[in-house]
């Protein structure tokens, strides 16, 4: 039988999501869970799979994990969980036919980035409906000389939202590039503080006339929020393991909020000669 889970992670702590050798990452955490709870036999057999690879310091809400097994009572989230760390969780499952994909037969992926800063909303949000659309986003992404693909990508939304200080871009698109997200969140970010004009954006995705490298912006405000398929496997919520993952970041949250407060009382604001 082949079981899909909808699982979250915190990032920070992770070399990644994919498998690594002699690296902590997401998916070596979650073999080693589902072995250690007898949900698989073993690595191979169960054939692992996941709905795409996140990088060191990226988080998600909703990361797809797909596996074979053959003691399917022990393939709940609540089970799963007791041997995971805090760090990644799982909260929903379904059954699927053997030869789902949660790669491939994903529809549309939804990504957030939270950043706080003093930008032009306005013009960020002007720079954003540029990329609105099928576009080659080359100068978007992390050039692969070794495995070269297409670049061409179709953005469906992009919404750029503030509230208390607080910046967040939310796009969805069929699928992404290799640090596409984070470069366009650098994009937007250097129209927003007017270190260039809403209309570079179009000469950024016209790579065969331009090119220009930017940097990606930093992993640690990165989450994958959503994902879609077409048919939508049939989820089935668990409600203990989402009362425990809440009740622990309903914690963590309130903890991060004291320390960015006391954090504010570090910096240090030179007075203006007079």
């Known amino acids: 039988m082949k079981i899909a889970l909808k699982i979250g992670y915190e990032g920070t702590e992770f070399s990644g999501s994919q498998i690594q050798p002699e690296l902590r990452t997401v998916e070596g955490e979650l073999l080693k869970a589902l072995k250690e709870a007898g949900t698989i036999d073993d690595f191979e057999s169960a054939d692992l799979s996941s709905a795409g690879r996140t990088d060191a310091g990226v988080h998600a809400f909703c990361q797809i994990i797909s596996f074979k097994t053959t003691n399917?009572?022990?393939?709940?989230?609540?089970?799963?969980?007791?041997?995971?760390?805090?760090?990644?969780?799982?909260?929903?499952?379904?059954?699927?036919?053997?030869d789902f994909d949660p790669r491939r037969h994903a529809v549309r992926r939804k990504y957030r980035y939270?950043?706080?800063?003093?930008?032009d909303i306005s013009k960020m949000r002007d720079a954003s409906k540029l990329i609105l659309g099928e576009h080659d986003f080359a100068n978007f992404a992390k050039k692969d000389k070794k495995n070269p693909k297409s670049t061409v990508r179709r953005v469906e939304k992009l919404d750029i939202r503030t509230g208390n200080g607080i910046i967040r871009?939310?796009?969805e698109a069929n699928a992404y590039l290799w640090n596409m997200i984070r470069k366009i969140v650098t994009a937007l970010t250097l129209?927003?503080?007017?270190?260039?004009?809403?209309?570079?954006?179009e000469q950024m995705l016209d790579p065969d006339n331009y090119e220009e490298g930017i940097e990606p912006a930093p992993a640690f405000g990165l989450i994958f929020l959503d994902i879609w398929y077409n048919p939508e496997p049939e989820w089935k919520m668990d409600s203990y393991a989402i009362r425990h993952v809440n009740e622990h970041y309903?914690?963590?949250?309130?903890?991060?909020?004291?320390?960015?407060?006391?954090?504010?009382?570090?910096?240090?604001h030179e007075k203006k000669p007079e």
Do not use: C, T
Not at 191 to 201: F, I, M, T
């Open 169 to 171: 871009i939310d796009i």
């Open 191 to 201: 129209v927003g503080s007017g270190l260039r004009p809403v209309e570079w954006v």
């Open 114 to 119: 939270i950043l706080s800063g003093d930008y």
């Open 72 to 98: 399917p009572g022990l393939a709940i989230p609540r089970v799963i969980n007791s041997k995971l760390p805090r760090d990644v969780w799982a909260w929903a499952y379904a059954e699927v036919p053997d």
């Open 250 to 268: 309903v914690k963590e949250a309130d903890r991060h909020k004291v320390i960015s407060a006391m954090m504010e009382q570090f910096i240090i």
